[in-house]
Nanobody
């Protein structure tokens, strides 16, 4: 089970930190990712982190967002800085096994999904 938290409303230029608590299995071996979906748009890969700590970011969030994981706490994080109105979306965390490097921002590569947390930037 994946449970996101930390979403909310913030003004442009502000920051938010999302968390994703994982329960039911040890997520250390899994690749973890954050995705987002705005109304009327396709789900977009935001950031991903492999079991070895390697990260990958979408072009639109590079240098503004930071993904991290605490394997001891089974928790995934997304620090979001310099937020823009176009970052407004529902944010989802996801976990996948055997996700290749080129597929880390591809939603179909992930098997487990949370329910999402809303981020609104005005």
């Amino acid at each position: 089970q994946l449970v996101e938290s930390g979403g909310g409303s913030v003004q442009a230029g502000g920051s938010l930190k999302l968390s994703c608590a994982v329960s039911g299995y040890t997520y250390g071996p899994y690749c973890m990712g954050w995705f987002r979906q705005a109304p009327g748009r396709e789900r977009e890969g935001v950031a991903a982190i492999g079991s070895n700590g390697n990260t990958r970011y979408g072009d639109s969030v590079q240098d503004r967002f930071t993904i991290s994981r605490d394997n001891a706490k089974n928790t995934l994080y997304l620090q979001m800085n310099s937020l823009k109105p176009e970052d407004t979306a529902m944010y989802y965390c996801a976990a996948g096994e055997f996700v290749s490097g080129k597929d880390r921002l591809v939603s179909s590569a992930y098997r487990y999904w949370g329910q999402g947390t809303q981020v609104t930037v005005s």
